[in-house]
């Protein structure tokens, strides 16, 4: 009998070279991506050591991680200082003849966007970039992890990495998701149950019936914040769904070749299982400094959380998390800055207005999804609601150095991430799907956004 094997087996044994010390394996990168914050140095080293990049048509680079995306920017950064990062990549990237997706061309994005939208990611492929969450990508059937400069540099010299081989996850979420529930809320219920590290040495599968019937954009919502979980990437097997999004993208194969055999076999067994009922979940928000901090939006903040975290988020033990007052309502980020992700928020916004006292603001999430979301007339439902309508770029997901709020001020924020200080020192950030922060934009407080539809 045939050996059952998982998908990240199939896709892992298949790109193995050679085993080494261990469980260590080396393996063979298909698609590299570098962004300008470490681009520069990555490709500087290569050079410096006359070390020729093996296929450089597999290499991209692109400006997206402290670009600034307030209208004309230029070579303008977030982060003080930060041209030369610009400049440097640029000029690295010419001198190594990979493709640049430069602060100005029309298919400028985040990586995390721009890599499925041309179909630079494909089912069965390995995929790394220099930035955490690369498992983004996951969504496609591919291996897809976030690596370091140093790694970036080996693979582009050698066309390979070595790699410990995790353990294996399956996530299934049985049952429908309810009316107004998303992929965001999905997955931090995943964080809230199982914790933050829940998933730390694992590829982590998502399947299940509510996994199967999302968009290719919520399923990237859903794997890139497999990072959030620890694990070493998300992944998703590759469906019709995925067929008809890659089909015709500039990179993807035409025809498509027959990717039939990237699914998980039926008996392949897991070195860990969770099952969560996607029926029951709600729309969820952070309440405290990590991802795992979160509860649904009609729930309270834990009697038992850490001092040290309520003091820094400014809650109480008991507190309904609805209703607490916002300074700032943010969209944007690889999380949710997506068409459709616009679309929800839009649809929420149309004929209302933010509060007066909410700075609110929407960083498209590649300068194709703002193409088509003006398009469509979204950035003037969202200038009409009060909105800012930007750029695209990583923006405020993190603090550069640069841009940032006040200090002291609450953000509900449709990215990945609430440590202290990541989006600016002393700034709370409450991390919740487009939709809840459209909704608490609106009301100036966290809100329900099913109370909007």
């Not at 998908?7 to 590299?32: E, T, Y």
């Not at 991209?60 to 041209?83: C, E, K, N, S, Y």
């Not at 996951?138 to 693979?155: D, K, R």
């Not at 839009?346 to 006292?357: F, T």
Request: net charge negative; aromatic share 6%; proline share 5%.
């Amino acid at each position: 009998m045939a050996e059952r094997r998982t998908l990240f087996a199939k896709i892992w044994d298949s790109h193995r070279i050679a085993a080494l010390n261990g469980d260590v394996d080396l393996i063979a990168i298909d698609r590299i991506f570098l962004h300008e914050r470490t681009g520069a140095a990555a490709l500087n080293s290569l050079a410096a050591a006359h070390r020729p990049i093996v296929d450089p048509a597999r290499v991209f680079a692109v400006m997206d991680h402290i670009v600034d995306t307030r209208p004309g920017r230029g070579d303008r950064t977030l982060m003080p200082g930060g041209q030369g990062f610009i400049s440097e990549t640029r000029a690295a990237a010419d001198a190594a003849g990979i493709t640049l997706f430069d602060v100005n061309d029309p298919d400028q994005g985040i990586t995390h966007v721009i890599s499925p939208e041309l179909g630079i990611v494909l089912p069965g492929c390995t995929l790394i970039a220099p930035d955490s969450h690369t498992c983004t990508q996951g969504a496609f059937g591919a291996l897809a992890w976030g690596i370091g400069s140093s790694e970036a540099e080996h693979a582009m010299a050698t066309g390979t990495l070595r790699v410990a081989r995790p353990n294996t996850m399956r996530v299934t979420y049985t049952g429908r998701l309810a009316r107004g529930v998303t992929a965001k809320d999905m997955i931090l219920t995943l964080l809230a149950q199982h914790g933050a590290g829940g998933g730390a040495g694992h590829a982590v599968e998502f399947a299940g019936e509510a996994v199967q019937a999302l968009d290719m954009e919520g399923r990237m919502t859903l794997c890139n914040m497999a990072t959030e979980f620890a694990a070493f990437t998300g992944i998703i097997a590759p469906d019709e769904t995925t067929f008809a999004y890659l089909r015709g993208r500039r990179y993807a194969p035409d025809p498509l070749p027959d990717w039939s055999d990237f699914q998980t076999d039926q008996g392949a067994t897991f070195d860990c299982e969770i099952e969560i009922d996607a029926g029951a979940i709600e729309p969820m928000v952070s309440w405290g400094t990590s991802p795992g901090h979160s509860i649904g939006i009609g729930g309270t903040v834990p009697e038992q959380a850490d001092g040290k975290v309520l003091s820094y988020i400014g809650l109480e033990p008991g507190q309904r998390i609805a209703g607490v007052p916002i300074d700032v309502a943010f969209i944007g980020s690889c999380t949710n800055s997506r068409l459709s992700d616009l679309r929800r928020a839009a649809a929420i916004l149309k004929g209302r207005r933010k509060a007066d006292h909410v700075h609110a603001l929407v960083v498209p999430g590649s300068s194709a999804v703002k193409r088509a979301a003006e398009a469509e007339g979204l950035d003037h439902v969202f200038a009409e609601a009060g909105f800012e309508w930007r750029e695209s770029g990583c923006s405020l997901c993190f603090y550069a150095g640069g841009e940032s709020f006040r200090p002291g001020s609450r953000v509900v924020s449709s990215t990945n991430r609430n440590f202290e200080g990541r989006q600016g020192p002393g700034i709370r950030t409450h991390i919740a799907s487009p939709e809840l922060v459209a909704a608490s934009a609106v009301a100036g407080r966290i809100a329900d956004p099913r109370d909007f539809a």
